[in-house]
């Protein structure tokens, strides 16, 4: 059964540079597409963007000049860097793993990220 | 305000039917994209309830229903049970935003 798991730093600064990263399990990653979604408080789902075949990115464009997703593949990985964050960007961030047409079919537990000064 | 909308709450009581709409345009549900819905119950993760239009994963119980026509797509759950209480979101691809999107969700109340 395939898990995901997210882990991050909590709490940030306005301006730093957020760092997210997806561990998977019990199935590999160097198949389907691996999502980033977030969701502030109280509100509903954001899509943030999408990697697969090992290379091939899409990002909301509202986000695209912030946000870089990767893999790490030897590691079993997918990575989210959001740069210059703001209390905009205070939500759970949500890691997933989609296929071809776009569900996403397994979801991390989410991480709260907090952007305060 | 999302481009995929969906009614912000529906209620129903225990064993009726509620339907959910999720209206688009022609950039994505009307584009012939895959519509997808997610179940969200409080505090947890989002849960793949139906994938490509009307499709249940393993597990899903058959109360659950999804269609597709023109540039809306609908869920329908029968048989209201109250487990069935959270919020519900719809997702397609959009060409014009060359990504995903989600509807804002709907909040199902069982009276």
């Known amino acids: 059964q395939v898990q995901l798991q997210e882990s991050g730093p909590g709490l940030m600064k306005p301006s730093e540079t957020l760092f997210l990263t997806c561990t998977v399990s019990g199935g590999s990653i160097s198949t389907y597409y691996w999502s980033w979604i977030r969701q502030a408080p109280g509100k509903g789902l954001e899509w943030i963007g999408d990697m697969y075949d090992s290379g091939t990115t899409n990002y909301k464009s509202s986000l695209k000049s912030r946000v870089t997703i990767s893999l790490d593949t030897p590691k079993n990985q997918f990575s989210l860097k959001l740069t210059s964050v703001t209390a905009g960007d205070t939500a759970v961030y949500y890691c997933a793993r989609g296929t071809v047409g776009g569900a996403m079919g397994h979801w991390g537990q989410g991480t709260l990220v907090t952007v305060s000064s | 305000q999302s481009v995929l909308t969906q009614p912000p709450s529906v209620s129903g009581a225990p064993g009726q039917r509620v339907t959910i709409s999720c209206t688009g345009t022609s950039s994505n549900i009307g584009a012939g994209y895959d519509v997808h819905w997610y179940q969200q119950l409080p505090g947890t993760a989002p849960k793949l309830l139906i994938y490509?239009?009307?499709n249940r994963p393993s597990g899903v119980p058959d109360r659950f229903s999804g269609s597709k026509s023109g540039t809306s797509a609908s869920l329908a759950i029968t048989g209201l049970q109250a487990e069935d209480e959270a919020d519900y979101y719809c997702?397609?691809?959009?060409?014009?935003?060359?990504?995903?999107?989600f509807g804002g969700g709907t909040k199902l109340a069982v009276l």
């Open positions: 997702q397609s691809f959009d060409s014009r935003l060359s990504g995903s999107l």
């Open positions: 490509g239009n009307n």
